[in-house]
């Protein structure tokens, strides 16, 4: 199974990429994270979040493959422990599909993504700063396949 973490934003900083560079390299062969990152919107004067979301919304559509398991990393939903979130890469693993993870840009995901997605994933209620998310992300998902694995990283 592939992880695909699409993730509006590009240009991120040195520690950004080395946080998910960090965890993403320690899974496993046969549960590879790979990162896209989706162009933002260019903002300015003219236009509105929500025609910023429309757009960031179809480049990830247009990049998402079309068979995978989706997941839409939003305020709006579940909150999981980790031992949910490992059930849940269990379930995952056990389904044969591929799984892409959406991160959506400043103003969130387009109402399109939303309804894409098979699930919908809280982080936390706190807002995060996006660029933070993905180490965040990264990091549940090594620490879900440990927990699998009973791999001591996790001590719960």
Known sequence: MKLNLLAVGQKMPQWVIEGYNEYAR???RECQLNLQEIAPSKRGKSGSSGQWMQEE???IMTALPQNDYVIALEVGGRNWSTEQLAEQL???????????????GPDG??????????????LSNLTLPHPLVRIVVAEQLYRAWTVLQNHPYHRA
Do not use: F, H, Y
């Not at 044969?96 to 993870?101: A, F, K, Q, T, W």
């Not at 995901?109 to 809280?122: G, P, T, V």
């Open 26 to 28: 320690r899974m496993p």
């Open 57 to 59: 919304g179809k480049r």
């Open 90 to 104: 269990k379930n995952w693993q056990a389904s044969g599909r591929d799984v892409s993870l959406l991160i959506g």
């Open 109 to 122: 995901l387009s109402d399109e993504c939303q309804q894409r997605a098979d699930q919908k994933w809280s």
